[in-house]
């Protein structure tokens, strides 16, 4: 599947993987190839994908959507990082 994980600032992760799991409104869920198209919104926790050479990345994130179609997913999230005046 092809990822891509963004920020209003900066880019996170673009690439392939084997899983993602999300932590969305109601209730975490891993979508795997093939998965049936969705859009969901998502809340406070961690986004945790497996690459296709089976390494484990995690993104803390407050909040955002996720989009997949066609093997294709996208996650616009904000994270704690986001919105802090310098």
């Known amino acids: 599947m092809n990822v891509e994980i963004i920020t209003p600032t900066e880019s ?3 690439g392939e993987a084997k899983t993602v799991t999300v932590p969305s409104k109601k209730g975490p869920f891993t979508m795997l190839e093939h998965h049936a198209p969705i859009v969901a ?3 406070t926790g961690k986004v945790v994908l497996t690459d296709t050479l089976g ?3 995690e993104f803390a994130i407050k ?8 093997n294709q997913i996208i996650l ?3 994270t704690e990082n986001e919105n802090k005046e310098s």
């Open 76 to 78: 616009c999230v904000e």
């Open 63 to 70: 909040n955002g959507f996720c989009e997949q179609h066609d």
């Open 55 to 57: 390494d484990k990345k």
């Open 41 to 43: 919104t998502l809340e």
């Open 12 to 14: 996170l992760f673009k």
